[in-house]
Nanobody, 125 residues
Framework: QVQLVESGGGSVQAGGSLRLSCAAS????????MGWFRQSPGKERERVAA????????SYADSVKGRFTISQDKAKNTLYLQMNSLKPEDTAMYYC??????????????????WGQGTQVTVSS
């Protein structure tokens, strides 16, 4: 069983920055891939980026390339998402997730079995 808790969301002006954190607890020994997703009203949940335990980062969503960075601190069991140059279209609920044993790290939400409650990010213009 894995528990994930996100934090760091909030309201910022366009062009600002936020760093999201995801604290993982429980049995994480079989978790080899963690990712960030986001969802805004009326839209499908979107994969932002994911990272393997080895540190290899899978491709970012085109909409966030060059602005967002995923990273992890294994000693603290924490996943991060640094978000810079934020735009109003980045407004969404952001979730961290752990992949299923058979789930591809480069895939969408269906391949991830454990989810946090989410943290809201609102970017104003």
């Amino acid at each position: 069983q894995v528990q994930l808790v996100e934090s760091g969301g909030g309201s910022v002006q366009a062009g600002g920055s936020l760093r999201l954190s995801c604290a993982a607890s429980g049995d994480t020994r079989s978790t080899i891939c963690m990712g960030w997703f986001r969802q805004s009203p009326g839209k499908e949940r979107e994969r932002v980026a994911a990272i393997l335990r080895s540190g290899v980062i899978t491709s970012y969503a085109d909409s966030v390339k060059g602005r967002f960075t995923i990273s992890q601190d294994k000693a603290k069991n924490t996943l991060y998402l640094q978000m810079n140059s934020l735009k109003p279209e980045d407004t969404a609920m952001y979730y961290c997730a752990a992949a299923r044993p058979w789930g591809p790290c480069s895939g969408g939400p269906d391949g991830f079995g454990y989810w946090g409650q989410g943290t809201q990010v609102t970017v104003s213009s």
